[in-house]
Every structure is written in structure tokens, then in C-alpha cells.
């Protein structure tokens, strides 16, 4: 079995298992991540979303041998930073959370959009999120919360 | 403490976000086992033989055999085996669990497994009736007989998924002989009820606790029982902890949907209005009846909508095809028949060559008129400001002159409907009587101890605030934990819009009570038990009584473009008003505005499921299509003020009410802008097509 290394949250991690293990179990099976969800497991759905090399990825159809060498960042490591601070004021003032299943992939789909777009139009969320389903909220207050952040994060994206 | 209706941050949001929350996927233990479920490929056949190869060492099978009471799950209608025994029903019925340590293998032997079926004949068609239900309002045969013209018009729905974006899951434990389930679910005390039955166990042996639910909609109403009790005999046998969780192919293929529907409506008419209406409504049971019966009861009551019309002669059906269950879905039944009875009122109007709006305007139910059932509409009826102020938000008026030139493939659609909150008829106080507990600790912190699930909708919020309010204490004083079966008594299940206001009610008393015995630094328990407001009569036999204590009331107005060569339809705007008596959380009755809309002008034109000789074409997220950010248009709602006698500051249901107008709306926008009648949903771009080259007008 190869080794497999890679940046977990900014630790390095070094795994010996098979490399066509599907990353999502990995995260939450072998390094009991459990914040990125299995909605679909066919990348449809966006609620195990994980960052790599600051871009947004399925987590759930990426075999791990793709991340190796690479930077990987999950809710849990995400969460510990400024900008989440200011989305998760943002969603909970927005009333944008339901059940909640969605909501992680929704964070880093927000961050990924943010980052790329500090200043986006409704229009822009719309898009930069149609990759994420949420069934509960009809996506208004998620675009209002990321509009939010947008304006209140001023200069952390 | 604020007003009530001022929203607070949802108590449980941070722990969502964070991904620190919680669902029953993330559960583990250590020496804990997978099951997967063997399912018939066959819509209907006998079972000649299942041959099982040697299980390697730790791996087992545990089927109908294994079952040490009734090998069927406890729901309305007890119809619908826990497993399999000799015939099998539709395609993707449970036949066996296999269990064991490594998911992959537990694969492996579930492909290996072979089923030698003797093929029986299916039926697909609506045609073999299990319920039938029928009801009468005044003289319909002798307004038949005077009317001047007469009327009738069919109506389909087809199949909704509630595509809820976590699946149904459950992990369960055997200790002590005991069964310990945690599930992803709405009804923690149906799940116990129907595991004790299938166990034939001692009520004590069984504990449900809910897991924090990921979506549900109607989807972990009933089926959860199944599973939960194909884990229970899986638990009793193994003795070790087991994972029972579905992928999504799995959960779309098997779990229950909204129920497809075909509705007739015949009309008397005489000097411009309908004064009588025929009615009948089929809906496809699906393999087994299970919620069907009742789900048809709401689909039946909801026969006028927000009209009042003095003759009825309406009569309903379900349906037993080889086809995948159909149960609970948000709305439950009501949405068939509102979007049925929306166009049918346009498709007079139109007939008649009278204004709509007008039309609409002459027969809508005001205070003091008699319901569907015979019952009263008691409290006050807002519906004229809300259509006005709904109108002036959207333009409407303008928009349909405008959009009546067939050339700008523009459209603009309202419907107005009403939802009936709490059970249907007697069932809250025959087969629920609710109670709950106020658990006050001698540290002052005040437990909630109701069985009510918060799958979203903010349950534990405005249950607290509620609780929170009438105590006069601060929100952090106040503890709601997911229920569990050992410390919750039955106060229901979370469904028919009936927590916010029964719950909540029953809350809202508890809590005055405590306040007027508080004492200091002791521990205090008050219960509370659901009593019937004593005008509430029904008679289920006849369908006659007021079928619900309270209404809540709304209109939506939905303005679509359809592409004048695909016939895609973008919807563009999407305005609401909405009487839930008393909001109880701004933020969480919006919210439940923005996604119940979403869900419902969804169902109209965009959410397509059907099957091909039983087997499901759509079932997984990729086939089955549900809004995206960018499918979903902004929306613009408002709430009005009503508050409800009986209801919790005033509150009533809100949950299922921002569903059932959605599809009605969308159809009407896109018949205006097509300019043809809509008769079946989803008015998909294929369906359009058919429409704008057979139709006639
Ligand atoms: S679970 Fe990965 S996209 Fe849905
Ligand atoms: S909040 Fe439930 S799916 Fe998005």
C-alpha cells in the first residue's frame, strides 16, 4: 500500500490505505471528520464539500490518492478561522439555517465564492452556491447571509 | 423577554454550522456492524428460494424467520410487512438484512445473494381501490338538477421525493435486554409502538431516541418504523451494536413519496356560480396502504380550498399498485387536491368568459360559512386584504393584462388556499392525546419533555421561547434535548402542522402552571394532557364536523418566462402572504415560507419521478431534480397577524401551509403564458409540448 501525504487543516497527515478510497470516507471513517456530510455521494449535492488548495471539491467522489501533495481544508479547520467567524454571524442573523445537513458544504462553497469574488452580486451567490442542495430553505436567506458577509467581512476576502 | 414573533439566533445554529452537530451517520461504536438491506427486483412474484452463501465468521442474515412477533410494521393500516416472507409486493421490498463488520463484504454477500422468483401478475393501474371514502355538503343531486350548465375537467400530479439531503439512518445498541434505537426521525413513539409489536416485547425493553434529523418533510413519518424495526430483530439476534444507513440511490428507490393523483371535478353552475361540485380524487397506495387512508382523508377535506361551495358530493380512492409505497409527505394529500380545485375554478371562469378574479372573489369562504365537512369557519378570515396586498406586491393586476398576449410567453399565477392544523377529525384527541412534562430542576433550569422532533423547522427554538415567555425566564434557562422515549412522554408525532400550535399550547399551560407554583431550589414536574376544545365535533364515519380546530390561510403569486423554443420555464419571482395566526419566530415562519415555496412551485413544474413497470427511473440526485440557488427565485413574503384562541400566543400551524399553494400557481403562470390550459403536473417542458401542439384552447 503507498503512503499518501497530505495537509489536513494545516497538519501534515500521512496515510497508508488504499488510494482509491473515497476521500470522504477517509475524512470521516479514519480521521473521524464528521462535519463534511454524505447527501448523495455522487456529486450532486455539495454537502461534503471540503476545500483543496483553496478550491472547492466533492469530497465524496474524489479517490484520496488525488489529494496527495496537496493542501486539504474541512469545516473543522475552517472554523477556527476569522472569516468563518463572520459567516456564522451572518447565517445565524439570517435566519439560513434549518436542519443543518447542508449547511458545512454551504460554508466552504460560500468561502470558495468569497474568496474568488469578495464583492459578488445576488446573481453570483446564486451561481456560486448552485452546486450545494439544500431541501429545507429555498436558498434566500443563504444568499442574504452571504451577502452579508460579504459586506461585514470587509477586507478578509 | 421581546415579543414572541421577534426572532431570536436558532438555538442550535452554531452547532450546525460549525459541523460540530451531531447526525446519526456520524454515530459510532467500537465493535459496531453495517446492515444492508436484500430487496426484491420483482414488482410482484412468489419467492421459490433464497439461497445465502457460507457466511464467512462475524457476518449474518436475519429475515421474516427472525421476527419474534408480527412480521408487520404498526401504522395506520397494518398492512406492511417488516420483511418479506413468501410474495413479494414491488420492486425493492425488503426481503433480509445482511450484517457484519466490513461494509464492503456485507456488499459482496447482498450481491451474492440469490432470489428464485415465480413472476405473479402486477397491476400498475389505478384500479384495485383499498379506501374508499365518500362524504356529502347540502343537496348536490338537485343543484345538479337546476343548474344551468355544467362542467368537468381532470387533473394528474405525479410522484414527489422529499429528497431530504440526509438519508434515513439508524444505529442501534443491545444492552441489558433492552433495545436502544437512535434514528433520524420524526415520530420517536410510532417507532417504539411499532417495534414493540414486532418484538412482542415488554414496552420497557424498547428505547427510541432521536437523532438530530438532517431533513425530513414527511419522509421520517412512518417509514422509519420499517427500518427500525428490521434493526430491532437484527439487534436482538447479533447482540452487538449495528449501522443501518442508506445511500441515497437506496433511499430514493425505496422510502415513500408524495402520492401521484388523478382528480375529476364536475361542476353545477347557475347564474355565474358553481353551486355544487362532484369530486373524485384516486391516489396511488403504492404496494402497501400504510398512511394512504389518512393522507386521502386531508386530500378529500381539502376539497374547496379556500372557497366555499354549498353542495359537495366528493369521494376519494387509494389505489394498490406493485409500485414502491407512497406515505407522509408535507402537505399530505392536501396538495393534489388544491392544485386541482385552483385550476379547475380558472378553467370555469374561463369557460364562462367571466374575470377570474372576480370569480375567484365570489365564492371565497368568509367567517361564519360552513367548511367542506359541514363544520364552522369560527375565526376571522383575512384573505381579502392578503389576495389585495398579495395583488398591489406583485402587480398582478397589470402583469395579467400585460401577459394575455400570447406573443410574450410571460405569465403570471396566484393561488389562495387554506391548511388544516392538527390531526384530521378526531385524531388528536382519539389516537394521539398528546401529554407532555415540565421538568424544573432544583438548579432553576427548566426541562422541556415533549416527544416533538426538531427536523429544521425550529421546533426547539419556538417550543423554548414559548416556554421561555410564559415563565418570564431567559432563553438560557430553558432545556429541550432530542427526545428520548425513557424521559419524554407521547406528546405526538412532528407532523400535520400540529407541533407549534398542540405542543406548543400544551407547553404554554404547563409553563403558567409552573409559574404559579414555583418554589425555589425544589424540583417541580407538571404535566399537561391535550383536551379537545369541546366545539370541535366530528363524525369519521360521515366526513362531517369540523375536520380541524383552526386554519391557517395564504396566497402566492408566482410569475414565470417560458422559453418560446425549449419551453423551459424560469420562474422569475415568487410573492406570499400567509395568516399562521401568530408568528412565533419571524426568521423560522420565513424560513419555513421560502423553503415550503420552494418545495411546492418545484412540485408544479420542475420535480419529475416515475416509474417503468414498478421500477423507479429517477433516484438519485443526478436523475431527480430539485431547485438549486439558481433555479429558486426570490422571494417576497408577509405575514399577518390572527392569532388563534387555542394556539400559543396565537399560533397555528405553519409547517405544511407554504407548500400546498405552490404548484397551483406555477400552473397558472405557465397556462397564462402559454396560453393553454395546464391540466397535469409538473408541467414539464415535454408536457407543455404535447399541450401546445393536441390542446385546443
Ligand atoms: S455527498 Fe458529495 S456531493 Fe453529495
Ligand atoms: S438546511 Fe436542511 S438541507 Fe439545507
Known amino acids: 500500500m503507498p503512503t499518501i501525504n497530505f495537509t489536513l487543516n494545516g497538519k501534515p497527515v500521512s496515510l497508508n490505505t488504499d488510494p482509491t478510497r473515497r476521500f470522504l470516507d477517509v475524512l470521516r471513517e479514519e480521521l ?126 | 423577554m421581546p415579543d414572541i414573533h421577534q426572532s431570536v439566533p436558532k438555538i442550535d445554529a452554531k452547532e450546525k454550522i460549525s459541523g460540530r452537530m451531531t447526525y446519526v451517520a456520524d454515530m459510532r461504536y467500537d465493535d459496531m456492524l453495517y446492515a444492508k438491506t436484500v430487496r426484491s427486483s420483482q414488482a410482484h412474484a412468489r419467492i421459490r428460494s433464497v439461497r445465502v452463501p457460507t457466511l464467512p465468521e462475524g457476518y449474518h442474515v436475519v429475515d421474516h424467520r427472525d421476527i419474534p412477533g408480527k412480521n408487520v410494521v404498526k401504522m395506520i393500516f397494518d398492512d406492511w410487512p417488516v420483511f418479506a416472507s413468501d410474495t413479494v409486493h414491488h420492486v425493492g421490498e425488503p426481503i433480509m438484512l445482511v450484517v457484519g463488520p466490513d461494509k464492503r463484504i456485507v456488499q459482496t454477500l447482498v450481491d451474492a445473494i440469490v432470489i428464485d422468483y415465480e413472476p405473479l401478475n402486477p397491476t400498475f393501474s389505478m384500479t384495485d381501490s383499498v379506501v374508499n371514502y365518500h362524504y356529502d355538503k347540502g343537496d348536490p343531486a338537485s343543484a345538479f338538477k337546476a343548474a344551468d350548465t355544467t362542467v368537468a375537467y381532470d387533473y394528474e400530479t405525479g410522484y414527489q421525493e422529499q429528497a431530504y439531503i440526509e438519508p434515513q439512518g439508524f444505529i442501534g445498541t443491545y444492552d441489558d435486554e433492552r433495545i436502544h434505537l437512535i434514528g433520524s426521525i420524526q415520530a420517536p413513539y410510532y417507532v417504539k409502538n411499532a417495534v414493540i409489536d414486532t418484538m412482542a416485547c415488554d414496552p420497557d425493553a424498547i428505547r427510541v431516541v432521536q437523532a438530530t434529523v438532517g431533513g425530513a418533510f414527511g419522509g421520517k413519518e412512518e417509514f422509519p418504523s420499517l427500518m427500525g424495526c428490521q434493526l430491532a430483530v437484527a439487534l436482538n439476534k447479533i447482540k452487538r451494536p449495528i449501522k443501518l444507513i442508506y445511500e441515497r440511490e437506496e433511499d430514493m428507490d425505496v422510502t415513500t413519496k408524495r402520492h401521484p393523483s388523478k382528480t375529476r371535478i364536475e361542476g353545477a353552475i347557475k347564474e355565474g356560480r358553481i353551486t355544487a361540485l362532484r369530486i373524485h380524487i384516486g391516489i396511488d397506495g403504492g404496494a402497501f396502504i400504510g398512511l394512504s387512508g389518512v393522507v386521502l382523508s386531508r386530500a378529500i377535506i381539502a376539497a374547496t380550498s379556500a372557497y366555499t361551495v354549498d353542495n359537495l358530493d366528493v369521494s376519494g380512492d387509494v389505489y394498490k399498485t406493485n409500485t414502491v409505497p407512497n406515505g407522509a409527505f408535507r402537505g399530505f394529500g392536501a396538495p ?33 360559512n360552513h367548511t367542506s365537512t359541514s363544520g364552522l369557519f369560527r375565526d ?47 385524531g388528536e384527541a382519539e389516537h394521539i392525546k398528546a401529554k407532555i412534562k415540565l421538568e424544573k430542576l432544583p438548579d432553576g433550569l427548566v426541562y422541556l419533555r415533549v416527544a416533538a422532533v426538531d427536523m429544521g423547522q425550529g421546533a426547539k427554538t419556538t417550543l423554548m421561547k414559548v416556554a421561555a415567555k410564559t415563565l418570564d425566564l431567559p432563553l438560557e434557562r430553558i432545556r429541550y434535548e432530542n427526545p428520548d422515549t425513557d424521559l419524554v412522554p407521547d406528546s405526538g408525532p412532528t407532523v400535520a402542522s400540529r407541533t407549534a400550535m398542540v405542543v406548543g399550547g400544551l407547553v404554554a399551560r404547563a409553563a403558567t402552571k409552573l409559574k404559579k407554583t414555583w418554589i425555589d431550589d425544589e424540583h417541580q414536574v407538571i404535566h399537561e394532557q391535550y383536551v379537545q376544545p369541546d366545539y370541535v365535533r366530528w363524525n369519521q364515519d360521515t366526513f362531517t364536523g369540523d375536520a380541524y380546530p383552526a386554519y391557517s390561510w395564504g396566497v402566492n403569486v408566482v410569475e414565470v418566462e417560458v422559453d418560446k423554443t425549449t419551453l423551459e420555464v424560469e420562474v422569475k419571482h415568487i410573492w406570499s402572504t400567509y395568516d399562521v395566526g401568530q408568528s412565533l419566530d419571524d426568521n423560522i415562519v420565513l424560513g419555513q415560507a421560502d423553503g415550503g415555496t420552494a418545495q411546492g412551485v418545484a412540485y408544479g413544474y420542475l420535480e419529475v419521478m416515475r416509474h417503468r413497470e414498478g421500477k423507479l427511473l429517477h433516484k438519485n440526485m443526478t436523475d431527480y431534480v430539485i431547485p438549486t440557488a439558481v433555479d429558486m427565485a426570490k422571494t417576497t413574503t408577509e405575514l399577518y397577524n390572527n392569532p388563534f384562541a387555542l394556539g400559543p400566543y396565537g399560533a397555528k400551524g405553519a409547517g405544511e401551509l407554504t407548500l400546498v399553494g405552490g404548484a397551483p400557481a406555477v400552473a397558472l403562470a405557465i397556462e397564462m403564458a402559454i396560453g393553454k390550459r395546464v391540466h397535469a403536473i409538473p408541467a414539464t417542458p415535454e408536457y407543455l409540448m404535447e399541450v401546445l401542439h393536441h390542446a385546443n384552447d
Not at chain 1, 483553496?54 to 479517490?63: A, R
Not at chain 1, 466552504?108 to 451567490?125: K, Q
Not at chain 2, 398582478?396 to 392544523?421: D, Q
Open chain 2, 336 to 368: 393534489q387536491m388544491i392544485y386541482a380545485v385552483e385550476m379547475f375554478f380558472h378553467h370555469v371562469a374561463k369557460h364562462l368568459n367571466v374575470d377570474v378574479h372576480d370569480f375567484r372573489l365570489k365564492h371565497l369562504a368568509k367567517q361564519g
Open chain 2, 380 to 426: 376571522p378570515i383575512l384573505m381579502p386584504e392578503m389576495i389585495e396586498r398579495a395583488c398591489a406586491m406583485s402587480d398582478y393586476h397589470t402583469k395579467r393584462k400585460a401577459y394575455a398576449n400570447p406573443e410574450v410567453y410571460k405569465g403570471i399565477g396566484m393561488s389562495w388556499f387554506l391548511h388544516g392544523c392538527g390531526f384530521t377529525g378526531s
Open chain 1, 32 to 157: 473521524t471528520l464528521t462535519g463534511p456530510k454524505e447527501g448523495c455521494g455522487e456529486g450532486e449535492c455539495g454537502a461534503c464539500a471540503v476545500l483543496i488548495d483553496g478550491h472547492i471539491t466533492n469530497s465524496c467522489i474524489l479517490p484520496l490518492g488525488n489529494v496527495s501533495g496537496r493542501e486539504v481544508m474541512t469545516i473543522e479547520g475552517y472554523r477556527e478561522t476569522k472569516r468563518y467567524r463572520v459567516l456564522e454571524e451572518a447565517y445565524i442573523a439570517e435566519g439560513a439555517v434549518q436542519c443543518g445537513i447542508c449547511i458545512p458544504g454551504m460554508i466552504i462553497a460560500s468561502e470558495s465564492l468569497l474568496a474568488h469574488n469578495p464583492h459578488p452580486t445576488d446573481d453570483d451567490i446564486r451561481i456560486g452556491l448552485s452546486g450545494n442542495l439544500c431541501r429545507c430553505t429555498g436558498y434566500n436567506m443563504i444568499v442574504r447571509a452571504v451577502k452579508r458577509a460579504a459586506t461585514r467581512g470587509k477586507g478578509l476576502w
